[in-house]
């Protein structure tokens, strides 16, 4: 394991032992759940919008530390973004985990979803990364329910 990617293992282990923006979201407008059934992950995102912002963000559920890293990460990084950025984050993100390996990945720009770049070797860990994301753009889009499969 070379030097980035023990570090990029580091930030997952800490997102996953301490979830940022972790819990319920009372003032919520938007929620929705997402399932992995592969691997048992079940993730709830919580949207605050006003004017097209998102004001407040937050996830509950349970899952992989894969999962709820990437949830973790998300909320951080989709916080007081606009939808329309929110789409493109979600975009960059899905480039992340499904480019193939010898893409390059613009790392400056993708902050902490760069992390996740390692998962394109494990096509069975890309559900449990982008399952957060799918399923802050069903909340997004009004579904309630969002499964991977
Ligand atoms: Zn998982």
Redesign the pocket.
Known sequence: MNDIQSLYQQVILDHNKNPRNFGPLLSANHSADGL?PL?G?DITVHLLIENDIIKEISFEGS??A??KSSASIMTTVLKGKTIEQAEQLFADFHFVVTAPMDAELNEDSLGKMAVFSGVREFPARVK?ASLAWHTMQSALHGKNITSTE
């Open positions: 992995n691997c992950d899952g992989c894969i999962a449990c």
